[in-house]
């Protein structure tokens, strides 16, 4: 089983920048693609950001330029610097990775349990 923990999040003005964490633990034995999602009220699930192994990275429209992800592979935890922040950045952000565990060659999903941002005008 494997892990994903996320921190970082908070309560900030417009404008301002957060910082999320997302550290992963457990049975693995490589992490491939990591990725920051986040749902606002009302509204569905929506991709952010994604990372892979060796650095490439994509982003939604919404954010290119604002936001930047970036990952440890030393420590398996992903990062993403979340600046120029405004009310509509407002939801609950979810870390996802891909998991291959050890002795095989198939990756897993596993999720994080959320962390909230709230941006106030």
């Known amino acids: 089983q494997v892990q994903l923990v996320e921190s970082g999040g908070g309560l900030v003005q417009a404008g301002g920048s957060l910082r999320l964490s997302c550290a992963a633990s457990?049975?693995?034995?490589?992490?491939?693609?990591m990725r920051w999602h986040r749902q606002a009220p009302g509204k569905q699930r929506e991709l952010v950001a994604s990372?892979?192994?060796?650095?490439?990275?994509n982003y939604a429209d919404s954010v290119k330029g604002r936001f930047t992800i970036s990952r440890d592979n030393a420590k398996n935890t992903v990062y993403l610097q979340m600046n120029s922040l405004k009310p509509e950045d407002t939801a609950v952000y979810y870390c996802n990775a891909d998991v291959r565990p050890p002795y095989s060659r198939l990756s897993e999903d596993y999720w994080g349990q959320g962390t909230q941002v709230t941006v106030s005008s």
């Open positions: 990372i892979i192994y060796g650095g490439s990275t």
């Open positions: 457990g049975n693995i034995f490589r992490i491939n693609a």
